[in-house]
């Protein structure tokens, strides 16, 4: 199988370094190219760090971007220019930048995910499910965190699976987001969705759904132990979305849930 040459953006931030560990142990990857939001005197497995410009894509298949929003539209206006796919790792988007790489997938195959975990993605589909099945007598909420040095809250992670308690109810998710608390011991319940965000020491990742009926409380959660298993989900998105026409695409299309 001939290797993808691969890009990575935000090459020196916590999961860009993770990536390249990773793209180290797979053959089906060849890393050609590594970029910031500008130029460094440096090297990285012998390639230099280049800024975000055609040219430093030039020879890539396939882009992986960490980075944050503003960074992520310079990618895009690159790679829809040179025709590349691009895996999005990056959080933090509003609603209407969220549109705004919609329209971008009209032209190159995009693979954006809050979180690129297997099991993460597993436990959006069980809240979606869980909402859906116990309906309005349970409210619920939402709990996430993080190491101090992620500067979004919630994660996107958290957002999406907010999104899934509204699809499992039928609702819009923007009319019944709730209030975003900040290293809050506790935080309550309410008629929207309500989410806690922790920020503190070097936690890779937790995430919990709680559904709460006054009587009982239905728990789901997830913890993350290794920073490996985001990069080899990233990875498995790259192979993936080789094979792809233009389109929005999601770990959930990976995972094949309906």
């Known amino acids: 199988m001939k290797k993808i040459n691969v890009a990575i953006t935000g090459c020196m931030g916590r999961m860009g370094q993770q990536i ?10 060849k890393l050609v190219a590594l970029t910031e939001n500008r130029k460094i005197n440096k090297k990285i497995n012998g390639i230099k760090i280049d800024a975000n410009t055609d040219i430093a894509f030039k020879n890539s298949n396939l882009i992986i971007d960490f980075t944050i929003p503003k960074c992520t539209f310079q990618i895009l206006e690159i790679a829809s220019r040179l ?5 999005i790792g990056t959080t933090g988007f509003t609603k209407k930048e969220e549109n705004l790489i919609k329209k971008f997938s009209k032209k190159i195959p995009i693979l954006k995910a809050g979180n ?9 589909y069980l809240t979606e499910i869980a909402s859906s099945s116990l309906g309005k007598k349970f409210l619920s909420k939402v709990y996430e965190a993080h190491h101090k040095h992620k500067k979004d809250y919630p994660s996107g992670t958290a957002l999406m699976l907010g999104q899934g308690i509204a699809k499992g109810k039928n609702k819009n ?28 020491s070097e936690i890779i990742g937790e995430h919990e759904v709680k559904f709460s009926s006054g009587k009982e409380i239905i728990t789901l959660n997830h913890e993350a132990f290794d920073r490996a298993l ?29």
């Open 173 to 200: 998710f923007y009319s019944i987001l709730g209030k975003k608390y900040l290293n809050k011991n506790t935080f309550p319940y309410g008629g929207k969705i309500n989410f806690n965000s922790i920020r503190k």
């Open 20 to 29: 390249i560990k990773s793209i180290k142990l797979d053959n089906n990857f």
């Open 83 to 87: 025709k590349k796919r691009v895996v």
């Open 116 to 124: 690129m975990s297997l099991g993460v993605n597993l436990l959006m």
């Open 230 to 258: 985001y990069s080899e989900g990233a990875l498995s998105a790259a192979k993936w979305l080789m094979t792809k026409k233009p389109g929005l695409y999601s770990m959930r299309d990976l995972m094949n849930f309906k």
